[in-house]
Protein backbone atom coordinates (compact mmCIF):
# COMPACT_ATOMS: atom_id res chain seq x y z
CA UNK A 1 0.00 0.00 0.00
CA UNK A 2 2.40 2.47 0.73
CA UNK A 3 4.95 1.82 -2.35
CA UNK A 4 2.01 2.49 -4.36
CA UNK A 5 1.43 5.98 -2.93
CA UNK A 6 5.06 6.70 -2.81
CA UNK A 7 5.33 5.03 -6.88
CA UNK A 8 2.12 7.56 -7.42
CA UNK A 9 3.85 10.50 -6.03
CA UNK A 10 7.10 9.64 -7.57
CA UNK A 11 4.99 9.56 -11.05
CA UNK A 12 2.96 12.52 -10.30
CA UNK A 13 6.27 14.86 -9.27
CA UNK A 14 7.98 13.45 -12.24
CA UNK A 15 4.86 14.83 -14.09
CA UNK A 16 5.12 17.84 -12.71
CA UNK A 17 9.01 17.97 -13.65
CA UNK A 18 7.48 17.48 -17.68
CA UNK A 19 5.35 20.23 -17.38
CA UNK A 20 7.73 22.44 -15.66
CA UNK A 21 10.15 21.51 -18.29
CA UNK A 22 7.64 21.81 -21.50
CA UNK A 23 7.08 25.33 -20.33
CA UNK A 24 9.91 26.73 -19.54
CA UNK A 25 10.79 25.20 -23.21
CA UNK A 26 7.95 26.81 -24.67
CA UNK A 27 9.36 30.60 -22.79
CA UNK A 28 12.02 30.04 -24.29
CA UNK A 29 10.69 29.33 -27.74
CA UNK A 30 8.50 32.39 -27.34
CA UNK A 31 11.41 34.43 -26.30
CA UNK A 32 13.45 32.89 -29.43
CA UNK A 33 10.75 34.25 -31.55
CA UNK A 34 10.30 38.28 -29.89
CA UNK A 35 13.81 38.28 -30.27
CA UNK A 36 13.92 37.10 -34.13
CA UNK A 37 11.06 39.08 -34.64
CA UNK A 38 12.39 42.51 -33.12
CA UNK A 39 15.96 41.32 -35.01
CA UNK A 40 14.33 40.82 -38.27
CA UNK A 41 12.06 44.36 -37.75
CA UNK A 42 14.20 46.68 -39.69
CA UNK A 43 14.81 50.62 -39.05
CA UNK A 44 14.42 53.28 -41.42
CA UNK A 45 16.67 56.07 -41.70
CA UNK A 46 15.46 59.23 -43.54
CA UNK A 47 17.08 58.12 -46.62
CA UNK A 48 15.54 55.14 -46.47
CA UNK A 49 18.06 52.90 -46.33
CA UNK A 50 17.22 49.74 -44.06
CA UNK A 51 19.39 48.96 -40.99
CA UNK A 52 19.04 45.65 -39.08
CA UNK A 53 19.74 45.72 -34.85
CA UNK A 54 23.07 44.94 -34.01
CA UNK A 55 22.57 41.51 -32.14
CA UNK A 56 23.61 38.57 -33.77
CA UNK A 57 22.02 35.21 -34.46
CA UNK A 58 24.28 33.37 -32.55
CA UNK A 59 24.19 35.13 -29.68
CA UNK A 60 20.55 33.49 -29.68
CA UNK A 61 21.54 30.32 -30.64
CA UNK A 62 23.94 29.85 -27.90
CA UNK A 63 21.13 31.63 -25.08
CA UNK A 64 19.03 28.79 -26.57
CA UNK A 65 21.68 25.67 -26.25
CA UNK A 66 22.22 26.81 -22.85
CA UNK A 67 18.92 27.28 -21.37
CA UNK A 68 18.20 23.70 -22.92
CA UNK A 69 21.30 22.71 -21.10
CA UNK A 70 20.22 24.20 -17.45
CA UNK A 71 16.38 22.57 -17.96
CA UNK A 72 18.09 19.19 -18.56
CA UNK A 73 20.35 19.82 -16.19
CA UNK A 74 17.66 20.85 -13.43
CA UNK A 75 15.25 17.48 -14.41
CA UNK A 76 18.38 15.20 -14.16
CA UNK A 77 19.36 16.43 -10.62
CA UNK A 78 15.22 16.26 -9.56
CA UNK A 79 15.03 12.69 -11.06
CA UNK A 80 18.20 11.53 -8.96
CA UNK A 81 17.08 13.05 -6.10
CA UNK A 82 13.35 11.10 -6.72
CA UNK A 83 15.74 8.33 -6.95
CA UNK A 84 17.68 8.47 -3.83
CA UNK A 85 14.09 8.65 -1.97
CA UNK A 86 12.75 5.64 -3.62
CA UNK A 87 16.31 4.04 -2.80
CA UNK A 88 16.07 5.12 0.77
CA UNK A 89 11.95 3.96 1.20
CA UNK A 90 12.96 0.41 -0.31
CA UNK A 91 15.67 0.17 1.94
CA UNK A 92 13.76 1.27 5.14
CA UNK A 93 10.97 -1.09 4.45
CA UNK A 94 12.94 -4.51 5.73
CA UNK A 95 13.82 -2.93 8.36
CA UNK A 96 10.23 -1.71 9.52
CA UNK A 97 9.01 -5.22 8.72
CA UNK A 98 11.11 -6.72 11.05
Known amino acids: MRR ?14 DAKQKILLYKLRKEQEAMLFERSAHVHDAAGEETSLPTPKEDLIERSRIAIEHAKAKRLRLQQMEERKQRQIINTEPEASR
Open 4 to 17: RREAKEAKRKQEQL
